[in-house]
């Protein structure tokens, strides 16, 4: 059983998943990992075009997460240095599933499978969620030109289906405890009470779960 911690803040675009990872990785000392957005060439064709870019964005992010993935693996993991990362991998299968037609998903899906087969897993997941309006205005607030492109109706429509994969992920992993909280409720960049809840739930869960192995079956080498 690997005993290291890697955390994972998961949910969906402009609810705080960087800020708040960025936050645990000072707090608890852990290395970050941060995913790569800007980078891809695609997104701003996708976010004007989903049809037309869908295949090329989703399978940028996926080869650019396994390589990331596999990084900390044996940069950190394998050297007991916690992790605490902004994604988890399985955002790739909702943000497929929404875009993607069904024979491009099923060949994107064979792939994802065979990548992500060895990887590193969580040992605890931290899912934010909010309304649209919070997100939207979240959105607005950081300002990145790219995102002025989405779709409030898309962001919705992921919200829901960021819902439905994290509660499947709940009934088929039990192992790995989920900590949920509501970016409506809780304000973790203005309020250091919040903050400091979200520190000590993740506290708790840390000390008391047993470690599902989180080095990947490939182990270190």
């Keep these: 059983m690997g005993d290291t911690p890697f955390i994972t ?3 969906p675009i402009g609810v705080g998943k960087t800020s708040l990872a960025k936050a645990i990785s000072k707090q608890f000392h852990f ?14 064709k996708f976010y004007e075009n989903i049809e037309e870019w869908s295949f090329q964005t ?14 900390i693996n044996s940069h950190y993991l394998c050297k007991n240095q916690s992790v605490v990362a902004d994604y988890h991998i399985f955002k790739n299968l909702i943000f497929a599933q929404r875009s993607l037609n069904h024979i491009e998903y099923q060949k994107y899906y064979q792939i994802y499978q065979i990548l992500t087969k060895d990887m590193p897993k969580p040992n605890v997941i931290i899912y934010l969620n909010a309304s649209l309006d919070t997100l939207l205005k979240r959105i607005k607030m950081r300002g990145r030109e790219i995102e002025k492109k989405i779709s409030p109706l898309y962001l919705e429509q992921l919200s829901i289906d960021y819902e439905e994969a994290i509660t499947n992920f709940e009934k088929q992993h039990p192992e790995i ?31 008391t779960s047993s470690w599902v192995n989180n080095i990947g079956a490939g182990g270190c080498s």
Aim: aromatic share 12%; proline share 3%.
């Design 31 to 44: 290395a970050l990992l941060k995913e790569i957005v800007d980078e891809n060439p695609f997104l701003g």
């Design 58 to 71: 989703e399978m940028f992010f996926l080869c650019n997460r396994y390589k990331q993935l596999g990084d």
């Design 177 to 207: 405890p989920v900590l949920r909280f509501n970016g409506d409720e809780v304000d973790f960049v203005k309020s250091e009470y919040d903050l400091k809840q979200i520190f000590e739930k993740l506290s708790l869960s840390i000390n």
């Design 9 to 11: 803040v998961e949910g």
